[in-house]
């Protein structure tokens, strides 16, 4: 079974920094079957990124996903305060593997 | 409005059961596989059990299989999750969540805020 590893574990950046978040798998990921969640505190769930590059409906340009077969890369461009959550990677396809989370949060 | 709503939720005793609804709003719910997704306290995401548009094919993570059931109702845009013998390891936020086809494969392009289940005597 696949495992991802996502690092950092918790990302402190100030407003308008770049940010990169990893997500590395231990096998490489068929049809990069990798997506990207946000999780904010008693919101639902968003989906940011599928099949590792492209970006969901509605999702602002300042996201992005980088990578293919085993490592992978969402990148915040500008970070604005409202992406202050914890970022999941997922692998799916015949099964669904979630990473442990990056938490951003604001410097 | 798009959407998807849990309910279902509580306190319930080790051994003990719970049904989860999810009233689904904005779509065609029919068309879509549908899967459970829970996170236990202070713990990452974990994907619990998924289901077919028709409802014909299940699927379930090991952690929860011969305890946990999942089905839906079309004609009323529903999904659940029947929840037998828990532990104390089921205590999560359980979040349904859409997938983007009728077959069960992912990503999840929609979810709900998700209900509290806490397994404790």
């Known amino acids: 079974e696949v495992v991802l590893t996502q690092s950092p574990g918790t990302l402190s950046l100030s407003p308008g920094e770049r940010g990169t978040l990893s997500c590395r798998a231990s096998q490489r990921i068929g049809g990069d079957y990798l997506a990207w969640y946000q999780l904010k505190r008693g919101q639902a769930p968003r989906l940011l990124i599928y099949s590792a590059v492209y970006r969901a409906t509605g999702i602002p340009a300042r996201f992005s996903g980088t990578g293919s077969g085993t490592d992978f890369t969402l990148t915040i461009s500008r970070l604005e305060p409202e992406d202050v959550a914890v970022y999941y990677c997922q692998q799916y396809g015949s099964t669904s593997i979630f990473g442990q989370g990056t938490k951003v949060e604001i410097k | 409005e798009v959407q998807l709503l849990e309910s279902g939720g509580g306190l319930v005793q080790p051994g003990g059961s719970l049904r989860l609804s999810c009233a689904a709003s904005?779509?065609?719910?029919?068309?879509?596989?549908m899967s459970w997704v829970r996170q236990a306290p202070g713990k990452g995401l974990e994907w619990v059990s998924a289901l077919n548009d028709g409802g014909y094919n299940t699927y379930y993570a090991d952690s929860v299989k011969g305890r946990f059931t999942i089905s839906r109702d079309n004609s009323k845009s529903t999904l659940f999750l029947q929840m037998n013998s828990l532990t104390p390891e089921d205590t999560a936020v359980y979040y349904c969540a859409k997938d983007g086809r009728g077959w069960y494969e992912g990503p999840f392009d929609l979810w709900g805020q998700g209900t509290l289940v806490t397994v404790s005597s």
């Open positions: 904005g779509f065609t719910f029919k068309a879509y596989a």
